[in-house]
């Protein structure tokens, strides 16, 4: 055992000690070629915590892979920064995933108004990049409940029609081809604004991400900077993530956001209690979305977009609690899952309340 | 190297490297223009409502959770609702006694917090004794049935008395509120119900819908997501408003901002477009 941790220690040390040398050598070599050889020591004088930081976190490893200490001194770097950049006094949180918990959503599409007030509670929450690019996490589908009406002309029209040969194949009424309602997202309007919400011949479905038990954003992910935390909620080490977007491209939901340019986030909106997985603020290139708000519900607290929802579509709880307000709903309503044929097996289910 | 670089190569590569710099700043500045204008004329929205506009609103205090420097909510500057809270718990108080019920519904209230109905009620809090103030017996006399009446007062709630649409007409005023003493709500059995409590009412005839609540599937709960945690219960008049529900379930409201389009895409037309016979 002890041997064991030893040869564990030595190895993580010449870790340690090679990337030094790399930092070192990269500060040095950069510092030259920006400013050459007359400059050097200025530079170097002038070179700010906050650059030595960029660097030492350009090196660091995977988080999940990281050592205790390895941990502290990134969740160190990343405060120290945040709290000079925003100009107050950031926390950022490694709190672990409860344990004996699968977090599950269930929100009721019947109740549903279209007010966004969770799209934008969640961006006041998360430190979202306000504008330019705008990012947020959650989109808002109104989607036409269909017409129900069957036209009795049609119902000697099927298909195929009659042919000269006869009536060949297996007729079917005209009515078939006919919409009668039901979710479907071909005409489905995120963009819509109306003046006053809900429009009756419409329903409201809030998408976000789905959270699944087989993610296919894991399976894309070539870095495994994306995987699926003990409490089945897919997370992203914005650190470790390279931008190649692959995840966006595997997710069916459209629930992956991409950070285009550097993110605007004003320093007295920022929200300062972050977690390292959650709501930190993120850099450009980075890949983000919905985490069930880690910084909260690790903490026991429900999500913000359910505490801003004026009607209480939205329900977050323990799917292994059988007493949870989330298993109570599985058992007793009409659920579905959203894109089920895709098998990802989303923990997010709605339903007709 | 530097042998290499001819000296109008040179000016160029400096003259462009200026330029970069020049436009850099400018966009910046603009921006921070931009940003600043826009604080300016648009001043905090501070009050803002719950659910139901007019009867849930919140006023924003700075810094109510020192550990983060929270407010209390945050407001949308748009519409004028709660879009976010720092303390999910502010002015509850303790739900306090449930009737019991005898079926499986389980609920949990031990952990229950509400946020009091009375504070919010424009008439209750007219004079210090709450409706008592003109529905003394004197000032106003009381009513000797409950037999549906044109009333005099009160439209404002209700337009027309004599077509109050709650139970599609089959209840009036005082089939809920007590004949006696206006600070309470009555149920058929003649038991005094406050305000601050109307889903005891409310639950005597929409038995389905108090079940579902009490199991925390139907209304809003906010607070910890673990089953015994502390939880704040929404009781039905923080959504509903019980003289037009018949209406609308759920009050109309105003819509936050859509998503910014794509760039270069001028409006979401394409969304609109008709998909035709599938």
Redesign the interface.
């Known amino acids: 055992m002890s041997e064991e941790k030893k040869e564990l220690i030595t190895t993580e040390d010449a870790i340690e000690g090679r990337r030094e040398f790399l930092k070192n050598v990269c500060l040095t070599g950069a510092t030259a070629l920006v400013a050459g050889p007359a400059s050097v020591s200025a530079a170097v004088e002038a070179a700010s915590a906050d650059a030595d930081t960029t660097v030492a976190e350009f090196f660091q490893g995977h988080f999940v892979l990281m050592s205790d200490v390895e941990k502290e001194k990134a969740i160190e770097r990343l405060e120290k920064r945040y709290t000079a950049k925003y100009e107050k006094k950031t926390t950022v949180s490694n709190v672990p995933a409860p344990e004996d918990t699968l977090f599950g959503y269930a929100l009721d599409i019947s109740k549903c108004i279209g007010c966004r007030r969770c799209v934008h509670a969640c961006v006041d929450e998360n430190n979202q990049s306000r504008n330019d690019p705008e990012v947020q996490w959650i989109q808002v589908m109104k989607i036409p409940k269909g017409n129900f009406a069957f036209s009795a002309d049609k119902l000697e029209k099927g298909y195929p029609e009659t042919s000269q040969f006869g009536d060949y194949g297996v007729q079917v009424g005209g009515n078939a081809h006919t919409r009668v309602g039901g979710i479907g997202t071909e005409e489905a309007q995120s963009h819509f604004d109306d003046l006053v919400t809900p429009d009756n011949d419409h329903f409201y479905v809030p998408v976000q991400c789905q959270q699944c038990e087989k993610p296919p954003c894991v399976k894309a992910c070539p870095v495994r900077a994306t995987f699926r935390d003990s409490a089945g909620v897919v997370l992203i080490d914005y650190n470790w993530c390279i931008g190649c977007r692959m995840c966006q491209l595997a997710c069916p939901y459209q629930a992956r956001r991409f950070n285009w340019g550097e993110p605007n986030l004003p320093k007295e909106e920022m929200n300062p209690h972050t977690h390292y997985f959650g709501n930190r603020p993120r850099m450009r290139g980075v890949m983000e979305k919905c985490t069930f708000c880690a910084q909260r519900t690790r903490e026991g607290r429900n999500p913000a977009c359910l505490e801003a929802c004026p009607v209480g579509a939205r329900k977050f709880g323990n799917l292994l609690d059988p007493e949870s307000e989330v298993r109570k709903i599985l058992a007793t309503k009409r659920v579905f899952r959203f894109k089920e044929e895709f098998g990802t097996y989303p923990k997010f289910f709605y339903y007709v309340g | 190297m530097h042998s290499l670089i001819t000296p109008t190569k040179f000016a160029v590569l400096a003259l462009c490297g200026l330029l970069a710099i020049s436009l850099g700043l400018y966009k910046s500045a603009e921006s921070a223009e931009q940003?600043s204008a826009k604080t300016q004329n648009e001043p905090l929205v501070t009050d803002c409502y719950?659910?139901r506009e007019g009867y849930t609103t919140v006023t924003r205090v700075e810094g109510a959770v020192p550990?983060?420097?929270?407010p209390n909510i945050?407001c949308?500057q748009k519409?004028g609702?709660?879009?976010?809270?720092g303390d999910?718990y502010e002015g509850t108080v303790p739900m306090g006694e449930m009737p019991e019920i005898t079926d499986a519904t389980?609920g949990?209230y031990a952990n229950a917090v509400v946020k009091p109905r009375e504070p919010r009620l424009m008439y209750f809090n007219m004079g210090p004794d709450g409706c008592k103030t003109c529905h003394d017996g004197k000032t106003v006399p009381a009513p000797k049935n409950k037999k549906p009446r044109e009333l005099a007062m009160h439209q404002d709630i209700v337009e027309n008395s004599m077509q109050l649409m709650h139970g599609r007409g089959s209840l009036w005023c005082l089939d809920c509120h007590s004949a006696t003493d206006r600070n309470k709500l009555e149920n058929r059995q003649g038991v005094q119900i406050g305000f601050n409590q109307p889903q005891r009412l409310c639950g005597t005839c929409h038995g389905e819908l108090y079940i579902?609540w009490r199991?925390?599937?139907?209304?809003?709960?906010?607070?910890?997501?673990?089953?015994?945690?502390k939880k704040r219960w929404?009781v039905c008049t923080e959504?509903h408003n019980p003289h037009t529900v018949q209406v609308n379930r759920?009050n109309?409201?105003?819509?936050?901002?859509?998503?910014?389009?794509p760039r270069g895409m001028k409006n979401?037309d394409h969304?609109?477009m008709p998909?035709g016979?599938?």
């Not at chain 2, 609702?81 to 809270?85: D, F, M, N, P, Q």
């Not at chain 2, 109309?252 to 389009?261: D, G, H, M, V």
Request: proline share 8%; glycine share 10%; aromatic share 14%.
């Open positions: 940003m719950e659910s550990q983060y420097g929270y945050k949308s519409t609702a709660v879009l976010w809270y999910p389980r949990n579902d199991a925390g599937i139907h209304g809003k709960r906010t607070g910890d997501w673990a089953a015994n945690g929404w959504c759920f109309p409201i105003k819509q936050e901002a859509p998503p910014a389009l979401a969304e609109r998909h016979e599938h």
